[in-house]
């Protein structure tokens, strides 16, 4: 049979060992099992074995500090890893030593034996260039030793030594930036800046320099020249959030940049190179809006490289105690009195489907310990709190779509961009922006939906058809045909 071969198993867990010896030996491998990492050593340095399968923490040595050693003596020597400590900085740990394979424990058996025999059928491994000095700071990015946090953590470690792009999907709140951040911190630009924008927040008409920077006099107010956020991130990482939400135009001088590696200024004449790595994010289905003609179809391409999908809170609810746990320690550090939450309270955080998500939960943790005296907090407090927001959880219980009504949708849309100001207000010209933003959806939208036919466009509108050219030109709509195998192309007037 390809791919067998003898197996190293080390573990302080003796069921453990007996598991793995037997499913192992089952499907033809020889199998030598040890209880301590300095039998495992012996073998190792005097040449015996195909593959070692390690716990962690062992008796007599942790198998992190060990790892270095067994890749220097013998680098083509694929070593999987396991551990009940099921927390990011532990996959992260083990894809910088060099581990061939992560696993949580409990791990499922038929993962680990494909594991196994994909790592036997591969040709033997030159060693790798050896990971970063720089150790990781003590502090997690990332809470949660859920199954669905299991399967990010492993997949950002195969992530953070490549600077491919990365699409975050999820809804509002799931930590999306985080990620972005764990991505960059922890990756091979962690020395280069990190920078986010935006794009919901953006007025419409300064996006492109905000992303490209302008020159002086480029435009009325242009006093000098600025610089833009590929720019200001360059030889670190770009996060591209609510990307859903960016442009048409901005995504077409977007998609050129990823095509060709360079962009100009906005009053610029001179090609400039770009050395970034592009993160992005959104919560919406860029799908639907590909197919609403919202969305360019080949800049989703460009960026969904590697698509990586964050679960909502109400998936991964067993993480809610040690997210609890952790926001209190961080309002104790702020200076607040320590608290926790009763048992009866956590099953009833745990009920709760987080409409707000993590963000959510935050603010409330955040409020408990403001707020309330007592080192414990009840149960009867955390259902008050949570009866605060009845009508958004129950849409979530019942799978709703939480579709607002178009007025109710931009007041919301507008305390939001109110709120990222702080205490300062938007650029002046808000009612003129906000009635671009809420017309030029809709006129392109009408122009998809008639494929491109300007003429059903105004009547569909209601428009005299002068009147929709003209908004045409002042808003800057692209109008083209959507396709589903061909690029979008410019049609004319």
């Known amino acids: 049979m390809s791919g067998q071969g003898t197996v190293l198993v080390a573990d302080d867990d003796a069921a453990i060992r007996t598991v793995l010896n037997q499913a192992l030996s089952r ?13 495992l050593w012996r073998w190792v340095s005097a040449g015996e074995g195909d593959l070692v399968i390690t716990d962690v923490v062992m008796p007599d040595e942790n198998a992190f500090d060990m790892l270095p050693r067994i890749r220097k003596a013998r680098p083509d020597l694929p070593v999987i890893v396991m551990s009940a400590q099921n927390t990011f ?20 058996l038929t993962e680990l034996l494909a594991i196994v025999g994909r790592a036997l059928a591969e040709p033997k491994r030159t060693s790798r260039q050896d990971s970063v000095a720089n150790e990781a700071p003590d502090s997690m990015p990332l809470i949660g030793r859920s199954a669905a946090m299991q399967d990010i953590y492993r997949m950002l470690a195969r992530m953070m030594q490549t600077d491919l792009t990365v699409m975050i999907n999820g809804e509002s709140g799931t930590g999306k930036e985080l990620v972005a951040r764990a991505l960059h911190e922890f990756g091979r630009r962690r020395n280069g800046p990190f920078v986010a924008i935006n794009m919901a927040a953006i007025p419409r008409d300064l996006i492109e320099s905000e992303l490209f920077g302008h020159e002086k006099g480029a435009f009325t107010g242009a006093q000098h020249r600025s610089s833009g956020r590929f720019e200001q991130a360059e030889g670190g990482t770009l996060f591209l959030d609510e990307i859903g939400d960016m442009p048409m135009e901005a995504q077409t001088r977007l ?8 962009y100009t200024t906005v009053g610029g004449r001179t090609p400039i190179k770009t050395d970034v790595r592009i993160v992005a994010a959104t919560n919406k289905d860029l799908s639907a809006l590909i197919n609403q003609g919202l969305f360019r179809e080949d800049l989703f391409y460009r960026l969904n490289v590697v698509p990586l999908r964050l679960p909502p809170l109400r998936e991964r609810a067993e993480d809610i105690p040690d997210l609890v746990r952790h926001f209190f320690a961080q309002a104790e550090q702020e200076g607040l009195n320590a608290k926790r939450v009763a048992r009866g309270g956590l099953e009833a955080m745990m009920r709760y489907s ?17 707020l309330y005296p007592q080192d414990e907090i009840s149960e009867d407090i955390i259902n008050n709190e949570l009866r605060a927001h009845p009508a958004a959880n129950a849409r979530q219980n019942e799978g709703l779509p939480d579709d607002l009504p178009l007025g109710q949708a931009v007041e919301q849309y507008l305390q939001r961009h109110f709120s990222g100001f702080g205490s300062s207000l938007p650029p002046p010209g808000l009612y003129h922006r906000i009635i671009g933003e809420v017309e030029y959806p809709l006129i392109l939208a009408a122009l998809a939906a008639t494929q491109g036919n300007q003429i059903r466009a105004a009547e569909l509108l209601g428009l005299n058809r002068n009147t929709l050219r003209k908004k045409i030109r ?10 589903k195998h061909t690029p979008h192309e410019i049609l004319p007037d």
């Open 354 to 370: 987080w409409p707000g998500n993590v963000r959510e939960l935050e603010n409330l943790v955040r409020r408990l310990a403001a």
């Open 27 to 39: 499907v033809g491998h020889h199998v030598r099992v040890t209880s301590n990492a300095a039998t």
């Open 474 to 483: 002042e808003l800057g709509v692209d109008v083209y045909r959507a396709s």
């Open 255 to 262: 998609l050129r940049v990823l095509q060709q590696g360079e």
């Open 89 to 108: 900085m532990t996959a992260i740990r083990a894809s910088e030593v060099g581990a061939y394979e992560y696993l949580p424990k409990p791990f499922d």
